[in-house]
């Protein structure tokens, strides 16, 4: 028997799915249910679970830190994020946070629901179809940012830095302890790397892509 936390603050959702596991998927059972991450962790303690079925928009937490938060305390347990909000941005954040699967509220059905819990209670991942094509998508734009985002050297990175502080060449050199025609040559090896120019092309360049952050 797999022993199921429903967490979602739609209560006819909640007891829809608590019907259907009773009725028709007789190896699944719900063991606790929760309208809201406060309400989760105040059940976790005395609630036997195999594995969380979570809704990552709750009135109180991010699914995200919810699930951050379960990977900390409860390494064992699987997280099965469902929602109805399948953006890019979305299911890249909930696989940072450690999910095991993810599937759509609105593309899956009971059968799906009940394939899902069993895969991932096994120990293997699940994703529906559409949240699949979606993990693709974030997979190619990861390998065409790091594709076009050159490799810097430390010195390089150094000089960008100083770049976005406003420091010219001279106050560079006398920063660094190098010479001018030296902050001069690695800017000329940081252009090409970039197919630029020009300073400010630079360090916007760099900001953008993180090679440097506006506060480091």
């Known amino acids: 028997m797999i022993q199921v936390i429903v967490v979602d603050d739609h209560p006819l ?11 028709a998927y007789p190896d699944i059972s719900v063991s606790g249910e929760a309208d809201c ?6 059940l976790l303690p005395s609630t036997p679970a195999d594995l969380v079925l979570l809704d990552f928009h709750l009135p109180d937490m991010d699914g995200a830190e919810i699930a951050r938060r379960l990977r900390a305390t409860y390494p064992a347990l699987k997280i099965l994020a469902v929602s ?3 953006s890019a941005q979305k299911v890249q954040e909930m696989l940072e946070a450690g999910i ?6 609105q593309q899956s059905h009971s059968d799906e629901l009940a ?13 529906g179809r559409d949240i699949a094509s ?31 502080d406003g420091l010219i060449c001279k106050e560079i050199a006398d920063r660094l302890g190098i010479s ?16 630029i120019n020009n300073t400010m092309e630079m360090v916007r360049y760099a900001l953008k892509n993180g090679v440097i952050r506006i506060e480091n």
Not at 100 to 105: R, Y
Not at 115 to 121: E, L
């Open 13 to 23: 959702f909640r007891e829809g799915l608590i019907m259907t596991f009773r009725f």
């Open 37 to 42: 991450g406060k309400a989760l962790f105040e």
């Open 84 to 86: 109805a909000e399948n």
């Open 100 to 105: 095991d699967g993810f599937i759509s509220k």
């Open 115 to 127: 394939q899902a819990i069993r895969t991932v209670a096994g120990g293997i991942e699940y994703y």
């Open 134 to 164: 979606i993990l693709l998508g974030v997979y190619v734009a990861a390998k065409k940012s790091a594709a076009i985002t050159p490799d810097f050297t430390e010195r390089e990175r150094q000089i960008i830095r100083l770049c976005r």
């Open 180 to 195: 001018i025609n030296t902050v001069n040559t690695h800017k000329k090896s940081i252009f090409q790397k970039l197919g």
